[in-house]
């Protein structure tokens, strides 16, 4: 696990983009979970949060999804284990205070309605143990899918957002900054059909298309189709996160 010092340096993106990684190999840097208990925020199907419980027989994981469809599809499906799938949101998180070792949030922090979004790192703090770590990622405004999502899914201004609550949250002293990281990860589809299936019908966002939109949509998909499928290197943000210990 990274010891570095706290440290208030912050940047929305990174010119570069970062190294191309699974975002899954930074996580086995920064973080340790063996033995913890880890909360995820926002946690979608929870891709990660199972593999990491798959690798880390010993840890609890406890997965909060806000969305009801896909909360409902988390329960019914087969998992570890020592994971447990909760309703709920960042904003009030259903467990008790200094009990939690990690926080996970994937790319969900701009996912939390603006208004609450300080409420939200106030929570995590809150369920944090004192030294306890939030690891919060986060997509960068940039890439080529990012400029297809846009046509239907402008997240500009809450992206913004959730950065700015991150800043007030570290001057504050709610939360310290250990690190920050970019990376890019690999977003691939076989088709068209597996990116509607992936992004434009995903439950957690109203994506309604005009006839125009789908239009473009489809159009600057197909420009990066291979005979093997689509792929983008998408832009990642990670903060890694402190609660303060007492002095």
């Known amino acids: 696990m990274i010891t570095t010092s706290p440290t208030t340096s912050m940047r929305l993106a ?10 899954s190999a930074l996580l086995a840097e920064l973080l340790e979970f063996d033995g913890a208990r880890v909360a995820e925020l ?3 199907k929870a891709e990660l949060t199972l593999r990491l419980a798959r690798l880390h027989p010993d840890a609890q994981f406890v997965a909060f999804e806000v969305d009801a469809v ?14 447990q799938f909760r309703a709920g949101g960042a904003e009030a998180i259903a467990l008790d205070d200094a009990t939690v070792d990690v926080v996970l949030m994937f790319k969900s922090l701009h996912h939390v309605p603006k208004e609450k979004l300080d409420q939200a790192l106030a929570e995590i703090r809150r369920v944090l143990k004192p030294g306890g770590l939030a690891y919060i990622s986060e997509p960068v405004f940039a890439g080529a899918l990012n400029e297809i999502n846009r046509i239907f899914h402008d997240e500009e201004r809450v ?3 959730a950065f700015a609550a991150l800043q007030r949250a570290i001057e504050a002293g709610v939360l310290e900054l250990v690190t920050e990281r970019f990376i890019r990860i690999e977003r691939a589809f076989a088709d ?10 995903v439950t957690y966002n109203d994506n309604r298309l ?13 420009a990066h189709m291979t005979p093997t499928g689509a792929r983008f290197d998408a832009p990642l943000r990670i903060d890694l996160l402190r609660r303060p210990v007492p002095h």
């Open 70 to 83: 896909q909360h409902a599809l988390n329960l019914a499906a087969t998992r570890p284990a020592n994971v």
């Open 210 to 222: 005009t006839p125009a939109q789908f239009d473009e949509v489809r159009a600057r998909f197909d």
């Open 14 to 23: 990174d010119p570069t983009g970062g190294p191309l990684q699974p975002e």
């Open 42 to 44: 926002g946690c979608g």
């Open 192 to 201: 068209f059909a597996d990116f509607e299936r992936k992004v434009l019908n």
């Open 159 to 161: 992206r913004l957002a």
